[in-house]
């Protein structure tokens, strides 16, 4: 019995077909993302230069609420990143079952945001929320009488971190994993401090993958808009909700544009964050292999 050779017409068409398969998966994604992404940043960028949209920008409002963003992501990146750290260096140290539970919860939550976080503070330590009565009745203290205000700058950090946090958990678990116990005793067996080894060990190991974890946190946070937008409106000057006021038709019709130039630099900002994100992660994914 003989085998039919295939021809090298037919050669050919298959090894075209192989190396397109991988394009032809990809393309629904790719299509997507030109629609939803690609079109609508250039839609952006058109508008951003039409009259003195950029120059508006510039102008005392707007810079204000640009760096009010910027100030509230940092914080919020610092803080998060802190307590993220300690968190899941907590929970790794424990059981298996703990480990589970925690990083369930904290895919959960990280993607748990918007109006309905807003609300949930609210209801609980708003001006009328449960916690509040609590306190005021069985205590006397009346949390609207404290310095802080779930309302100003320090109370959406707030809820910030609720979302931020387990984020930055998920984000720095495999780094710490990564980490291992024999490094630490070899470190000891050579007379090497606990100080000393974090110093030029696990400090210079898990610094990458940390302010990674922080400049995500930074970017999650300069672009959350229904949180802001439901819990304080307009008292925290934040360039978002400039943005959405743009959108709504609420500035001079010499300044149509400003909502797009605004974006825009939003887009550059987080563009330049991201690119700083990858460069240290890919430095970092060398010796968590």
Same mark, same amino acid.
């Given at each position: 019995m003989t085998t039919a050779v295939p021809t090298p017409r037919v050669r050919s068409l298959a090894d075209r077909a192989r190396?397109?398969?991988p394009w032809l998966a990809v393309a629904p994604f790719l299509i997507v993302m030109v629609i939803g992404l690609v079109l609508p940043v250039l839609a952006l960028a058109a508008g951003? #230069?039409?009259? /003195?949209a950029i120059k508006s920008s510039f102008s005392s409002g707007y810079r204000t609420a640009f760096w009010g963003s910027v100030k509230l992501s940092v914080v919020c990146a610092v803080l998060g990143a802190v307590a993220g750290v300690l968190v899941a260096r907590a929970v790794l140290s424990g059981g298996a079952l703990l480990r589970r539970l925690v990083l369930t919860a904290s895919g959960v939550l990280a993607n748990f945001g918007g109006v309905p976080l807003a609300f949930m503070f609210i209801a609980t330590i708003g001006n009328a929320g449960i916690v509040t009565s609590l306190l005021h009745d069985w205590t006397g203290f009346d949390l609207g009488d404290s310095p802080f205000s779930l309302y100003q700058f320090g109370g959406l950090a707030v809820v910030y971190l609720y979302f931020l946090v387990p984020l930055? %958990?998920? %984000?720095?678990?495999?780094?710490? /994993?990564g980490v291992r116990a024999e490094w630490s005793e070899a470190a000891q067996n050579l007379g090497a401090t606990r100080a000393?080894?974090?110093r030029h060990v696990g400090g210079p190991l898990l610094a990458p993958p940390i302010a990674a974890g922080a400049l995500l946190l930074f970017?999650?946070?300069?672009s959350? #808009?229904?949180?802001a937008q439901a819990m304080v409106g307009g008292t925290v000057p934040l360039v978002t909700?400039?943005?959405?006021?743009?959108?709504?038709g609420n500035v001079s019709p010499d300044n149509a544009g %400003?909502?797009?130039?605004?974006?825009?630099?939003?887009i550059i900002l987080v563009a330049v964050v991201m690119a700083a994100y990858w460069t240290i992660e890919r430095r970092t994914a060398r010796w968590l292999r």
């Open positions: 190396r397109c398969g951003a #230069f039409e009259g /003195d930055m %958990v998920i %984000v720095i678990a495999p780094a710490l /994993d000393q080894y974090w970017c999650g946070s300069l959350a #808009f229904a949180t909700l400039q943005i959405a006021n743009a959108l709504s %400003v909502g797009a130039a605004l974006a825009i630099e939003m």
